[in-house]
């Protein structure tokens, strides 16, 4: 008797089980990676392993609370959901993957939108703490009382309230004990009252960052995009030297052996070289003409200039 769609489908669903226990990942120890169980390991325990943090951290003696690392969790979790989409597809019946794609849909849009947003928040990762808007930290003076708030209040359930705050900070038994003295001076002691809630047991804030190791892991998380910058920054100087060697090449050239043949024969290669090059860079054929015209422009007028061509 021949099998049903369903049948058909919780055969598919037990072959992509039995592949992804064949290719299940083994943990590296030397990797810098977040440690985990194997496969075994539910995503959201690796999830909250790998990023919790990176989310809210020490740096020098300031505390960082970062956007871009919640943006990143939000994306895998996205993620999540669009591989249960998939194999949902994978396994339906013909009449079930209309509906299942509508679903799907929504979510690959959120996922592409989450990427830009996640790409917008890249832009200011090289910027200072304070000029990104995408951190929350201890280096402004606002930013320091609101963070001094909502731990206090996170470790101490009920102390938004003054009264009660008062009451806690005054009973032994309270997690905040003596630390927290509401008075004028609160604010602008902000940061020993976050210094005091790192020393609490109930505290999970990481201590200070590996300064030595700032450009050998991509973990630590005020050096994400370092590592992109230097790359970079290299690309561009290389691009820069080529660049110079492109006009100063030929000019060294027709003026150590200057003659008539030389003039022409460097200026025809050179052009002919940049124009090669130069679809590399440039998208559009309009800015590719322009750059090799400009650029054959300036050897030309260097030969009349120069005299390259006067002589035999």
């Known amino acids: 008797m021949a099998a049903t769609d369903e049948e058909k489908g919780m055969n598919v669903k037990e072959k992509l089980w039995q592949t992804l226990e064949t290719v299940a990942p083994k ?35 300031d505390f960082v609370l970062d956007m871009a690392a ?95 705050a008062k009451n806690a900070d005054q009973g032994s038994g309270g997690l905040l004990g003596s630390k927290y003295n509401e008075g004028p001076g609160t604010a602008k002691n902000s940061k020993q009252a976050l210094e005091s809630l790192l020393r609490s047991e109930q505290d999970s804030i990481p201590g200070p960052l590996d300064r030595k190791k700032q450009f050998e892991t991509s973990q630590q998380p005020d050096y994400r995009f370092r590592k992109k910058a230097l790359q970079k920054y290299l690309k561009v100087f290389a691009l820069a030297v080529v660049g110079n060697l492109f006009l100063i090449g030929p000019m060294i050239l027709m003026v150590l052996k200057p003659g008539l043949i030389t003039s022409l024969v460097t200026t025809s290669v050179c052009v002919t070289i940049f124009a090669a090059v130069a679809p590399k860079f440039l998208d559009k054929i309009g800015d590719v003409m322009s750059a090799t015209a400009a650029y054959a422009a300036v050897l030309v007028v260097f030969v009349g200039t120069s005299g390259g061509g006067a002589s035999v």
């Open 70 to 164: 919640l943006q990143r969790i939000c994306v895998q979790f996205r993620l999540k959901r669009i591989s249960e989409q998939a194999f949902n597809i994978v396994t339906s019946t013909p009449k079930e993957i209309g509906s299942l794609c509508k679903e799907l849909d929504g979510e690959l849009q959120g996922y592409t939108a989450a990427l830009r947003d996640m790409e917008y928040m890249d832009n200011f990762g090289l910027t200072s703490n304070t000029k990104d808007p995408f951190t929350i930290t201890t280096e402004t003076t606002s930013q320091q009382a609101m963070l001094r708030d909502v731990w206090k209040n996170l470790l101490n359930p009920g102390s938004e309230e003054r009264g009660s």
């Open 27 to 61: 943990p590296d120890p030397s990797s810098d990676m977040v440690k985990y169980d194997g496969f075994d390991a539910d995503f959201e325990t690796w999830v909250h392993r790998r990023y919790k943090k990176r989310i809210v951290y020490r740096f020098n003696k």
